[in-house]
């Protein structure tokens, strides 16, 4: 029997973990969803100068790997207009009289990162209309001319297809060109070999334009990392650079080191600078941008189940991410109730922690998860002292059972209502922790808990009360961890490993640890007549 108990159990725990090696080294399946986390609150004000009654700024756009949402224009008084023909977005505000206040634009902005793997060759003399405007070259210095000149000669063989020589200047720029920001113009830059991040694109969009390929410089915003978003550190434009291969725009950041790349920590404001040059100068307006991590606590299931259902495998039929999203939620909170009793069965069985029943602590989870653990706490002390207190009063009319737990549902009753009126009164006070299954939880406790007192004392009570609220808010903390609910909402054949588990410790008959505290003066006096 003890072979079998054994090969049974281990069976139970470890082919789910197998199970799981095999969902992420054969399936390339993550064990739960990736975070949505590159979601980010923009807000930028701009405070026009002069006597301006017509203003335009570039504000961002929904663009591959960029999604804009809840994008909000201050406009109180003035008109606005949002010219979109091309790529980017350049919004106007017209006012009646000079403006004497900032004009302000707020959204949403989630990032995900942009890639371009593997661009073919490219051979191509003619490019669609309209691009003719980024293959113009500036107008530079005759010694400029030629210290370019004699740079092509020394980094590109004459022979390469665009694709190359676009990669070859990257490089020559990204590496030889050192990042000073106190270099802003292309003479100082050659002289040198020293250049601000827009000189250093400027550069690379000369160069570029003169092999005859379009390239346009971009204006964009990096996402602050912790330690300025900390320091409140406000954000500045910063510019890199697209070039038009293979019959796409290809983005490159000679400043960062990014070709054919875009990561999601960048937010593309405008896709041309020439064309805002002008209206982001310092002359025509002082501006301000702020950007914070939007507070999201969101996987993304939807890519996920992509994954899952893409494997065609024996997971993907069983997937509880093929159910209805009600019954996710519902199978979300579900999922952990097993990792709840395996806390109460250790609880009991493995420490000796008192508790009223089997599955009161468990329920009381319930009723804290459905609640809020404040709320539910002070609720369920304040259906106690009731409870306790009804028992000294009901009994002296030795009521029977049923009448008895009618009156406490009643007394419960009216405390919802009493913390209702309340809460309508009083601002601060949340009217949302109300539910009908939470309440009948915490009330069919009082009983068991009255007739406790009766055959056991109030102290013993007390102790199992304390017990019974230690186990609730340890299974309360599991489902505080959304990575816990996730992975087992995820893997749903852990619940076999729970059941090895709760065998191992239904197996054990061996001394409990609060045993040992409790009978110590016994073994201390075993120890002392072994001893003589």
Not at 102 to 110: A, Q, Y
Not at 313 to 318: A, D, I, M, V
Not at 329 to 353: D, E, Y
């Amino acid at each position: 029997m003890r072979k079998i108990t054994f090969a049974i159990t281990t069976i139970l725990i470890f082919v789910p973990l197998f199970m799981l090696a095999y969902k992420v080294q054969v399936l390339n399946i993550s064990l739960i969803p990736q975070m949505v986390e590159d979601v980010w609150n923009f807000h930028m004000s701009m405070r026009p100068k002069g006597e301006q009654r017509t203003f335009s700024y570039p504000i961002p756009k929904s663009a591959p790997g960029i999604k804009l949402t809840d994008d909000k224009i201050k406009s109180r008084d003035m008109e606005v207009f949002i010219d979109e023909s091309s790529d980017s977005r350049i919004a106007t505000w017209t006012a009646k009289e000079p403006f004497k206040r900032k004009l302000t634009f707020s959204g949403r902005i989630d990032l995900k990162p942009l890639v371009y793997k593997n661009i073919p060759k490219d051979f191509s003399d003619s490019y669609p209309k309209g691009l003719d405007i980024f293959l113009k070259v500036p107008d530079l210095l005759p010694e400029d001319v030629a210290a370019i000149s004699l740079l092509e000669n020394a980094i590109l063989e004459g022979t390469e297809d665009k694709t190359s020589l676009v990669r070859k200047i990257y490089y020559y720029v990204e590496e030889e060109i050192q990042r000073n920001t106190a270099i802003k113009t292309i003479h100082e830059t050659l002289n040198t070999g020293k250049g601000s991040p827009l000189i250093k694109a400027k550069l690379f969009n000369i160069m570029v334009r003169r092999k005859g390929i379009p390239s346009r410089i971009v204006v964009q915003v990096r996402m602050p990392n912790v330690q300025q978003q900390l320091a409140k550190k406000k954000s500045r434009f910063t510019f890199a650079n697209e070039v038009f291969l293979s019959n796409r725009w290809v983005p490159i950041d000679t400043n960062r080191g990014y070709f054919a790349e875009r990561p999601d920590s960048v937010l593309v404001i405008h896709h041309n600078y020439d064309e805002v040059e002008k209206l982001i100068s310092r002359r025509n307006a002082s501006y301000t941008i702020q950007i914070e991590r939007a507070k999201i606590n969101k996987y993304n299931k939807t890519e996920f189940k992509k994954t899952i259902l893409r494997s065609d495998s024996f997971f993907s039929k069983f997937s509880l991410y093929r159910l209805p999203l009600p019954l996710q939620a519902m199978f979300t909170t579900i999922l952990l109730i097993p990792l709840g009793t395996l806390v109460l069965s250790l609880a009991r069985n493995i420490i000796g922690i008192p508790t009223f029943g089997i599955f009161t602590p468990i329920l009381l989870t319930l009723f804290f998860k459905e609640t809020s653990f404040g709320f539910g706490l002070v609720f369920f002390m304040i259906v106690v002292l009731i409870g306790i207190g009804e028992r000294y009063v009901l009994d002296k009319f030795y009521l029977l059972a049923v009448p008895r737990l009618s009156i406490i549902l009643t007394l419960v009753i009216l405390l919802m209502i009493t913390y209702t009126v309340t809460a309508n009164d009083v601002s601060f006070i949340s009217q949302n922790h109300l539910a009908f299954f939470p309440i009948v939880i915490v009330t069919t406790n009082i009983e068991r808990l009255s007739i406790m007192i009766t055959e056991e004392g109030i102290i013993n009570t007390l102790k199992t009360l304390l017990g019974t609220l230690m186990i609730a808010i340890l299974g309360f903390s599991l489902y505080t961890i959304p990575e816990l609910e996730m992975f087992m909402f995820s893997n749903p054949e852990l619940l076999f490993t729970v059941m090895g588990l709760l065998i191992l410790i239904g197996k054990y008959k061996g001394y409990r640890l609060s045993e040992f505290i409790r009978f110590r003066d016994l073994v201390r006096q075993k120890k002392k007549l072994e001893a003589k």
